[in-house]
């Protein structure tokens, strides 16, 4: 009987598929535990061996939790919507739900070929209309509420017009503008149009315009990151900014909850630490200068360090600030001019970056210090972001590097205020320096100081203490077609919800996907579903791909309902997810955003919980072992990588998979690519051996590995412990085929305890002995704990040993080996549901009880120990720990070696340390 892993595992995999094995209840009386991946976005490139990884590491553990009574769900879904989906269209020809739906056959096909216990009855798609209703549905909440900073949670628009009639919004600044004041009076005076203006500046998700970066040549908005030197990454072609009405979330509201949140989650300190440094708290306060010969204006900017204003030596605007038409004066206006066209060409990303390329221009405005009314210069600079703070710094350069820089290059006066904490060559003032040349917070130290100018700011009405934010509202709003459409029409110009009965509003089908003319994505193109009647229109852009991906957990407790987003009742039960395991790179977006709209339904009353995961794993990347040749520069001729030294040589990428070990497959090299048929090779020792590179892998570096070929080869059960065993789940490491091959013969070792070729099962009932019974139990207790903390590798590493162990101990015996394959089942459940019906069970291992340990079987009664004659061991003897020197002694004394290397000598003295070592010395 023969370790066939291909037919096994095809068995099982069907078997599971027939008895819905996977499939869970929203009702049960065992305790639950709610397991998730981030879903993945489902390419035409499929899976490479580095993506399942995490997945194999929620799938063993949410099968552990099954064994150990919980009720588990785990389920598996599709982001499917979003810019690479209508690319890969582009490029290929096809619509993107032709190619998602392909693109998601396949990936669901190499999932399921490596056995995970997904629940597929609960699948969602983000693209799917059932699905994607209710993501505009949620939409419709935000766009329907309000943050009430007083209560510190979201209430109804309702709520707020009613607050409005009543005494106006001088209890409820707003947000969007904080210039907007008015009484109960005059907001009734207000036309409809005025008073939905209004409410923009409030609701969650809000209407605003925004600075994009607009490519004419490809008519289409770019992100940051798709333009560099100020032209598109694709192409080359000039980029500009441009303003264009955008929706955005109010998710700076929630800035404070979501730190506080941080606090009750199980999160990493660096996870933490990356989403604390994103939302970027800081205390100071905002002060207003008034502008030199401008009446009524002033420019008012945030600090941190208002103990440092009498060391303003200039100011900085953003070069998009509202007032720098306004202050410039006649004879800068050309050079302002000049210098914005130049800011036009820059990204964000450049201009934040780029801290050593220095760039200005004066406006020739002057502010006045609000203290001693000192003329201060107004430049404006691209390291000012209109969208940061309000938009202006105060420059102090004896306090702040850049700002030292800055007016070195365009030679400001400094005035040095922090006395011997300023070098003259580098600004590093500490919070305990004594500040001088000051006025009145002369011989105080910062800290005091901070205090004392805020209460005298705000006492003077020249501004307040406030508490800001680095993170900012982020734009809602993609010029795509394949995304979500919003669930807004505008009528005159205003914008209104649809109907919550008229949801989902489906995405119409085109085949052209050209922006529109001014920027609008291509929905814009398509006349008879933008024109609702004469008065009409629908919204024209889709959302963000992280729209769908926000609020997907909560679906999958209810994923079929077609009345509301999930049963409350559904949500109540399952809660908050207890694992999520996915990658650092959706450490702020995605999960910042999820954050925000559970608050923001959890304010609303729609769940009964404010924090969406309770513990998230972030799985390292497995790196490719990337493949070099190298070829003679100028021919058509490899050389081994051993002789490459004596030849001038191009190194470059060659396919893995044509690689054995090191070891080039020359003829599959050949036919690999055209230009290779004809080349010739000097070879080493007869062979052609590759260099090695450890780098990420993909396609461009032909170092990725096909995990559908790595189960064919060796079973989707060594593939599975193979991913485990490189190393911690938390870690990045090397993918190296090699390798597995140490697994897959562990897992035919097993096999051989349970089964011989010849004469099949060989399982006996005989008792166990001491010996088997602790190397079981010694597996229980550390795959236990390895398991519960996702210590996979060191728990393969157990496996091994124990295995090793019982082997040696020609352990045959069912009261070892079936706890031993409960044990496993996570890991490899395959084999172990194989073995499991070979020794007659009828039901499935899936539902095994767990093994218990028991400390009884692990404890040492006897120790093996080195004797020594003289200081050198000589020989290794077993004693009971509990036996007396007398009786040891003698069977020292009596033992053949011992009496060697005595050698007749009289014993001097005999040393004894109990559990440790004997010496004699002689």
């Known amino acids: ?209 925004a600075e994009v970066n607009w490519c004419a040549a490809l008519g289409t908005v770019l992100a940051n990151d798709e333009v560099v030197n100020g032209v598109s990454e694709r192409g080359g072609f000039p980029v500009v900014k441009k303003k264009m009405r955008q929706w955005f979330l109010r998710i700076t509201e929630y800035a404070n909850r979501l730190l506080d949140g941080l606090e009750t989650v199980s999160f990493s300190e660096a996870m933490k630490e990356m989403q604390r440094n994103w939302i970027g708290k800081s205390q100071g306060a ?54 914005l066209d130049y800011v036009q060409s820059r990204s964000e990303r450049e201009r934040l970056a780029e801290v050593k390329q220095i760039t200005g221009c004066f406006t020739g405005a002057y502010v006045l210090n609000p203290f001693n009314g000192q003329r201060i210069p107004v430049w404006i600079s691209e390291y000012v972001l209109a969208g940061y703070g309000t938009g202006a710094i105060m420059a102090v350069p004896c306090g702040d590097q850049r700002d030292f820089n800055f007016a070195k290059h365009f030679d400001i006066h400094i005035t040095n205020i922090i006395g011997d904490a300023f070098n003259g060559e580098e600004a590093n003032a500490t919070k305990e320096a004594t500040l001088q040349n000051s006025d009145f917070l002369d011989g105080m130290n910062m800290r005091e100081a901070m205090d004392v100018v805020i209460d005298k700011i705000e006492a003077l009405g020249l501004g307040k203490r406030q508490i800001n934010y680095k993170m900012r509202d982020s734009g809602f709003s993609r010029q795509r077609y394949w995304g979500e459409p919003f669930p807004i029409v505008f009528k005159n110009g205003i914008p209104y919800a649809l109907n919550e009965k008229e949801l989902p509003l489906t995405l119409p089908h085109v085949e052209n996907y050209k922006p529109g003319e001014e920027g609008e994505g291509p929905l814009a193109n398509i006349t008879d579903w933008v024109t609702v009647d004469a008065e009409t229109k629908r919204e024209t852009n889709t959302m963000p791909g992280y729209a769908g991906s926000s609020w997907y957990f909560l679906r999958y407790a209810d994923p079929k309902n077609t009345e509301v987003f999930a049963d409350r009742a559904a949500t109540d039960y399952w809660n908050q997810v207890d694992v999520y395991v996915g990658g650092t790179e959706h450490a702020v977006g995605h999960l910042l955003y999820s954050r925000m709209w559970t608050k923001a339904l959890y304010d609303l009353g729609f769940i009964g919980f404010q924090e969406p995961y309770k513990k998230l794993i972030n799985q390292g990347m497995i790196g490719g072992s990337s493949r070099m040749v190298y070829r003679v520069r100028g021919t058509n001729t490899y050389v081994s990588h051993g002789l490459k030294d004596q030849y001038e040589t191009d190194e470059l990428h060659t396919d893995v998979n044509i690689v054995d070990g090191l070891e080039l497959d020359i003829e599959a090299f050949k036919n690999w690519r055209p230009a290779n048929k004809d080349a010739e090779f000097i ?139 409960v044990l496993l089942t996570p890991y490899a459940p395959h084999i172990a549901e194989e073995l499991w019906h070979l020794l007659g069970h009828t039901t499935s291992i899936l539902d095994a009880p767990y093994p218990v340990f028991e400390e009884q079987y692990t404890k040492e009664s006897a120790f093996n120990y080195p004797i020594a004659v003289n200081g050198k061991t000589r020989t290794e003897l077993s004693f009971a720990l509990d036996a007396d020197n007398a009786a040891i002694e003698k069977e020292v004394l009596a033992n053949e070696a011992v009496q060697k290397w005595i050698d007749g000598k009289p014993v001097k003295k005999i040393v004894i340390v109990k559990g440790r070592m004997i010496n004699l010395v002689v």
């Not at 009524?296 to 720098?324: C, Q, S, W």
């Open 1 to 209: 009987m023969e370790y066939n892993f291909r037919a096994i595992e095809k068995k099982w995999q069907a078997r599971w598929v027939e008895t819905k094995a996977y499939q869970v209840s929203n009702n049960s009386s065992k305790p639950k535990c709610y397991v998730l991946d981030m879903f993945p976005y489902p390419s035409g490139a499929g899976l490479h061996v580095g993506h399942p990884l995490g997945y194999i590491s929620s799938d063993i553990y949410a099968r552990y939790k099954r064994l150990k009574g919980f009720n588990v769900l785990h389920p598996m879904g599709w982001d499917a919507f979003g810019l690479p989906a209508e690319q890969y269209a582009l490029e290929t020809g096809q619509h993107p739900a032709v190619t998602t739906a392909n693109n998601l056959a396949a990936f669901r096909r190499q999932l399921d070929n490596i056995g995970f216990s997904f629940d597929w009855e609960r699948e969602v798609k983000t693209s799917d209309p059932g699905y994607y209703k209710w993501t505009q549905w949620i939409f419709l909440q935000l766009f329907d509420s309000w943050f009430n900073r007083a209560t510190q949670k979201a209430e109804r628009i309702d709520q707020l017009i009613a607050i409005f009639g009543q005494s106006g919004n001088a209890a409820h600044e707003c947000p969007g503008d904080r210039t907007i004041k008015f009484t109960a009076a005059e907001w009734s005076q207000f036309s409809e149009a005025r008073q939905r203006e209004i409410l923009m500046h409030y609701r969650l998700a809000y209407l605003a315009f």
């Open 286 to 339: 905002e002060i207003t200068f008034s502008i030199d010969g401008v009446e009524n204006a002033g420019v008012t900017v945030y600090t941190t360090r208002p103990d440092t204003i009498f060391g303003v030596d200039f100011m900085v605007l953003a070069p998009e600030h509202d007032l720098v038409s306004l202050i410039t004066t006649p004879d800068q206006k050309a050079e302002v001019d000049k210098y």
């Open 683 to 821: 070879l080493e020792d007869g062979k052609y051996i590759c260099g090695v590179v450890l780098e990420k892998m993909s396609k461009g570096k032909y170092n990725t590995v096909n995990p559908d070929d790595i189960v064919e080869r060796f079973g989707a059960d060594t593939f599975r412990m193979y991913e485990m065993f490189l190393g911690p789940v938390e870690q990045s490491k090397p993918w190296d085929t090699k390798g597995i091959e140490g697994v897959h013969r562990f897992l035919k070792k097993l096999w051989r305890l349970f089964a011989d070729e010849q004469k099949g099962l060989i399982v006996t009932d005989a008792p166990p002995t001491a010996e088997e019974l602790k190397a079981l139990h010694k597996t229980i207790q550390k795959i236990d704990a390895d398991t519960e903390n996702f210590s996979y590798n060191t728990a393969v590493s157990q496996f091994m040993i124990c295995v090793n162990e019982l082997s040696s101990l020609k352990c045959n015996k069912r009261s070892i080996l079936e706890p031993l394959l």
